[in-house]
T-cell receptor
Framework: GENVEQHPSTLSVQEGDSAVIKCTYS??????FPWYKQELGKRPQLIID?????GEKKDQRIAVTLNKTAKHFSLHITETQPEDSAVYFC????????????FGKGTRLHILP | NAGVTQTPKFQVLKTGQSMTLQCAQD?????MYWYRQDPGMGLRLIYY???????DKGEVPNGYNVSRLNKREFSLRLESAAPSQTSVYFC???????????FGAGTRLSVL
């Protein structure tokens, strides 16, 4: 079955700097890759997603890149702000085969003042 | 439009007790999911249901059963709770038009 690895588990960056979180997946049938943000005590919420027919997607300060050949995808946050502090999860889904959505173990992002 | 609603929000059980976690969605989604979240382990899939009348095991199904009662409702049952099932449980839904997950607020379960 699908296995999603996420690195690093913890990341601290200075406010205003960029943060990058990386994920790899094992199932070549996976074709949908969402990223979720979870603030303390709250539910995970989608922040950006990418499908396998594109290599990059951007939404304001957030971007995701996908390398299907290498089976890895990354989240990039630029000009980080205190409200970016949270846990971020990547996930993978093979939409044409089944509805399983498998998550990475998460990255705790700390934005330092 | 409430989205995904889970009950209860909190529960304390003794080892060996049983309980059912309820989940309902009002977005007409086909797929529903149960995840558990433990520190450092991320979100692990327990069971999922691609459509009414079907259920499939996820990554960690042992000790749990599920019922897809109708398109709206997907319940998770612990027949004989164990301390290892202490966790936060999230229900979620999605479909092909909206393939990302919409999560409920979660149920914090403690098994003593």
């Amino acid at each position: 079955g699908e296995n999603v690895e996420q690195h690093p588990s913890t990341l601290s960056v200075q406010e205003g700097d960029s943060a990058v979180i990386k994920c790899t997946y094992s199932d070549s049938a996976s074709n949908y890759f969402p990223w979720y943000k979870q603030e303390l005590g709250k539910r995970p919420q989608l922040i950006i997603d990418i499908r396998s027919n594109v290599g990059e997607k951007k939404d304001q300060r957030i971007a995701v890149t996908l390398n299907k050949t290498a089976k890895h995808f990354s989240l990039h946050i630029t000009e980080t702000q205190p409200e970016d502090s949270a846990v971020y999860f990547c996930a993978a889904r093979a939409m044409n085969r089944d509805d399983k959505i498998i998550f990475g173990k998460g990255t705790r992002l700390h934005i330092l003042p | 439009n409430a989205g995904v609603t889970q009950t209860p929000k909190f529960q304390v059980l003794k080892t060996g007790q049983s309980m059912t976690l309820q989940c309902a969605q009002d977005m007409n989604h086909n797929s529903m999911y149960w995840y558990r979240q433990d520190p450092g382990m991320g979100l692990r899939l327990i069971y999922y249901s691609a459509s009414e009348g079907t259920t499939d095991k996820g990554e960690v199904p042992n000790g749990y059963n599920v019922s897809r009662l109708n398109k709206r409702e997907f319940s998770l049952r612990l027949e004989s709770a164990a301390p290892s099932q202490t966790s936060v449980y999230f229900c979620a839904s999605s479909d092909d038009r909206a393939p990302s997950l919409y999560f409920g607020a979660g149920t914090r379960l403690s098994v003593l």
